[in-house]
């Protein structure tokens, strides 16, 4: 029934947006005299913030029209190449003129289906797009599949994942953002126990729970103190007739975003007061940016029940894949058996959602991983989201990922990568970095890899090895 109620709000609701929207638009009409007052802009701006607070926030557009190539600027379209019922696997094709044509790495971003919409990643796929070919994972609101459609469960989304990763035959380089860390390595491991030829060339996973054991969060704590039994009673439930998927037990999208919000409940307060009063002063920059940053975190997304509750029991409260424990319809997969792809792990030295070493942990659970193949990198500055979006992802994180993807690639000696800004360090700190570093550049010489043309570009001097 609390689905029920949302929606009974909702629409009872309605007529007062529509009130509070007209009058808005009132008050902020240039010919309207009173708009040039300061009880105008008042009014508008009590309006604005009554409207955007209440309202439903639909699922944003990755309006991504160009990119840039070699210092040129080339247009860029949305095409599906793979439709699911839950999921569609979208790439963005890059309109090279010939002679601009390049054979780039092409990279699986597999966005999180834990609330938002996949375009919550726009910034990461903005900053990848000039020097890889890029595809993601746009997972669709369960309350928009229809209830023919069946169950979706953590079983699914794995297959979903390989079905992805095998369209590519192998040549693709898997990039999980958080969530999906799990079922992507689950996945690779079920890939390598059948002796799969689509492997990927490379995972990398950022800020991904792989073991929560380690520096647990509040978000960790919660979901070992309630229960999945707890969960199931409290958070799920059933979409409300007027829906495609009517009938379908799901997470509400309004109850994750309540808890998203509470975790920071003053700071969203404060982000609306500033909104007002960018609105009063007429700081219409300022006041975009509100903007763009709630239409994109308010929009959120119903998840199946079943998806939500078994990635509970499995990832937050039983340790499954730490353990050695994890299933696949029921047989337990091997870790031991992942030896081919290259592995990468990415951690915000201020994630408050996903503690650190829990995703550095993924290099302990793989111990057949040639040491050359291992990777990892804390940016200390970061939090969750910074470390896929934000500048340091853009000027100290993906550069690295583009140097990774290089060092793992066939076709290393064509690709194009961008400088990682890197802070001056002592000597000393200089020589316990390059023992624990990635591969030296004579050692990917040795590895066939082409640096002649980026000779002059450190390779990921700020990364550490597990020992």
Known sequence: MLYHWYELNHAAMRPARFVANTMRLSCKNPFNPW??????????????????????????????????????????????ILRKPFCKLVHFERDHPEALRRDDPKVLLVAPMSG???????????????????????W????????????????????????????????????????????????????ERENDPNVPHSVILAGGPVDTRVSPTAVNHLAESKGTAWFEDHVISIVPWMNIGAGRAVYPGFLQL???????????????????????????????????????????MDLTAEFYLQTIESVF????????????????????????????????????????????????????????????????????????????????IAPRIAQFV?????????????????????????????RHDGPSRDGLRRRGVGLQRRAQRPILPAAHRPH
């Not at 076709?411 to 800004?421: G, M, P, T």
């Open 406 to 434: 290089m060092a793992n690639d066939p076709r290393a000696d064509r690709i194009h990568v961008a400088k990682a800004s890197v802070r001056p360090r002592s000597d000393a700190n200089a020589d316990q970095t390059r």
């Open 140 to 191: 669709q609101d369960a309350r928009d599949v229809p209830l023919a459609a069946g169950r979706f469960d953590l079983n699914d989304y794995i297959d979903y994942v390989i079905e992805m990763i095998s369209s590519f035959k192998g040549d693709v380089h898997v990039f999980a953002v958080c969530q999906p860390s799990v079922p992507v390595v689950a996945a690779t491991a079920v890939m």
């Open 258 to 300: 309540t808890g998203f919000m509470t975790m920071n409940l003053d700071r969203h307060m404060n982000a609306h007061g500033d909104l007002f009063r960018h609105l009063v002063m007429g700081d219409g920059d300022s006041a975009e940016k509100h903007r763009t940053f709630y239409d994109e975190y308010l929009a959120v």
């Open 116 to 138: 938002h919409y996949a375009t919550l990643l726009r910034g990461t796929v903005e900053t990848l797009l000039p020097d890889h070919d890029v595809y993601i994972t746009d």
């Open 317 to 396: 409260i039983k340790h499954d894949l730490a353990k050695g424990q994890f299933k696949h319809w029921g047989e337990c997969i091997d870790l031991e058996a992942v030896h081919r792809p290259a592995l990468m792990t990415l951690e915000g030295g201020k994630d408050d959602i996903t503690g650190f070493g829990q995703c550095h942990a993924a290099h302990d659970l793989l111990p057949n991983l040639p040491a050359e193949k291992r990777y990892r990198y804390t940016c200390p500055e970061v939090g969750h989201y910074g470390v896929f979006n934000g500048s340091r992802f853009r000027n100290e």
């Open 35 to 80: 708009s040039y007052t300061p009880a105008g802009r008042h009014v508008a701006a009590v309006c604005e913030v009554f409207e955007r607070t209440t309202r439903r926030y639909d699922k944003p557009v990755f309006g991504i029209k160009t990119t840039t190539a070699d210092g040129v600027s080339v247009n860029v379209r949305e095409r599906v």
